[in-house]
């Protein structure tokens, strides 16, 4: 049983296809540059017991249409191919950024869901317009599969209004829906998950909280398995210290900035999103990058590291408040699972909350779940590679699992 996941972007197409009967990936890929001069498509064949075989194709791909047919050939190469033909993809799952308030969970996608996701344009601008354009695309190409959307956003839809509501007047929430979302919510359902299989406890009964550190960072306090708060807010600009964004700031800031610089509005925009964070402080948004300067003795690289930690730090404590009782924390993505010192830094100082971690399981190498706290400890730190993918094919499946009429 085949399942085809794809993030739409609006010069890209991410793509992976599922063997579901294994839970395996078969290929992976990107189309990126769409209607550039010149485009790329990156594409990953995994085989059981071989190395991934790297195909990269460069051609001009004018649309989202020929990126998609570009893909499905990859996907259907008679002699290199993971599928045999279209109809071998029973569905696809698209990742949507934006549900909204009005999506809650996974959802098999019709008229009523498109338009809805129409709707959550302004809350999404960049985002939802290419993934409305994935899923015409895949609809038209894959027309006897189930279309399925997965929200970024749908996790948090839990948050209490103490959480989500800004203290601005309420009108703005109530005609513009200006609020609190939060996003990865895939990411920390994903991680929250695994970690009730890997303590062997029901979600339910867990409390935890999932530390999401990419290019794009954030934090979410997970109450018996449901999302109470989040670091993200009504944009993914709120909150840590990411690669390029500001996170939380005064939010005069931005007002000022157009005052003494004389900045717009698209300037702002892009000075948060685009040039501020890690690369702010030192220049650099790649995290290997500034740990290697931090080590060669750059003192602007070592604070940048100092107020991503702690900022991290900040949030631990915010939301062990928030959740009364811990069980574990976890990190994920690539610094999460990756950079042992940031993670010793976020924990650093943290033992009267019942949060440690262990140096030399910190510095261990592995791959999986993997346990850094010291044994014994009253909450587990845990490492959790995440995988957005597969979650959003296990969703994909569990939608066209429970139609009705559907083969269980
Ligand atoms: P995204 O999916 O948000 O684009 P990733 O989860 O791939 O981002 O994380 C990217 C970040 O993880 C970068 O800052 C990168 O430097 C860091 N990273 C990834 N792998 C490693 C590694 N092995 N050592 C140090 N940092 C890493």
């Keep these: 049983m085949k399942i085809l996941v794809i993030n739409t972007g609006s010069s890209s197409i991410k793509y992976e296809l599922f063997d579901m009967a294994h839970q395996r990936r078969l290929a992976s890929g990107l ?224 007002l000022l900035l157009g005052g003494i610089s004389g900045m717009s509005l698209k300037e702002i925009d892009e000075l948060l999103n685009r040039e501020s964070g890690l690369k702010g402080i030192c220049g650099t948004n790649d995290m290997r990058d500034v740990i290697s300067r931090m080590e060669a003795g750059d003192e602007r690289a070592a604070i940048a590291i100092d107020i991503y930690a702690y900022r991290i730090r900040k949030y631990i404590g915010a939301y062990v408040a928030a959740l009364e009782r811990l069980d574990a924390v976890v990190f994920t993505a690539g610094i999460g699972e990756n950079v042992p010192l940031i993670r010793a830094l976020c924990c650093r100082g943290l033992k009267r909350l019942g949060i440690e971690v262990d140096p030399e399981r910190n510095l261990a190498a592995g791959n999986g779940v993997r346990e850094i706290s010291p044994a014994g400890s009253e909450v587990k730190v845990l490492i959790i590679p995440t995988d957005e993918g597969l979650k959003i094919a296990r969703e994909t499946i569990r939608m066209l699992e429970s139609r009705p009429g559907a083969r269980r």
Excluded at 57 to 71: E, N, R, S
Excluded at 85 to 104: L, Q, T
Excluded at 108 to 122: F, G, T
Aim: net charge neutral.
């Design 31 to 254: 189309a990126e540059k769409i209607g550039e001069h010149m485009s790329l498509v990156t594409h990953r064949r995994f085989m059981s017991g071989e190395e991934p075989v790297l195909k990269v194709v460069d051609t001009a791909i004018p649309d989202h249409v020929k990126g998609m047919h570009c893909i499905a050939d990859l996907l259907m190469d008679p002699k290199e191919g993971v599928a045999r033909k279209r109809d071998d993809i029973v569905a696809v799952g698209h990742r949507v950024v934006h549900g909204g308030e009005r999506f809650r969970s996974t959802t098999v996608i019709d008229n009523a869901v498109m338009s809805a996701i129409r709707q959550n344009i302004p809350l999404a601008p960049l985002h939802n317009p290419s993934n409305l354009i994935g899923i015409e695309v895949a609809a038209s190409l894959f027309p006897n599969a189930l279309q399925v959307a997965v929200f970024d956003t749908a996790f948090h839809q839990t948050l209490p209004m103490r959480a989500f509501l800004y203290a601005i007047p309420f009108e703005f929430y109530e005609k513009n829906r200006v609020r609190r979302y939060g996003f990865h919510g895939i990411s920390h359902a994903c991680v929250a998950e695994e970690a009730a299989i890997y303590m062997d406890r029901p979600l339910g009964g867990l409390n935890l909280i999932a530390i999401h550190l990419g290019n794009g960072a954030s934090m979410a306090a997970i109450q018996g398995g449901k999302s109470i708060d989040t670091s993200m807010g009504m944009t993914p600009l709120a909150g840590l210290v990411m690669g390029t964004r500001s996170g939380d700031i005064d939010p005069s800031i931005p």
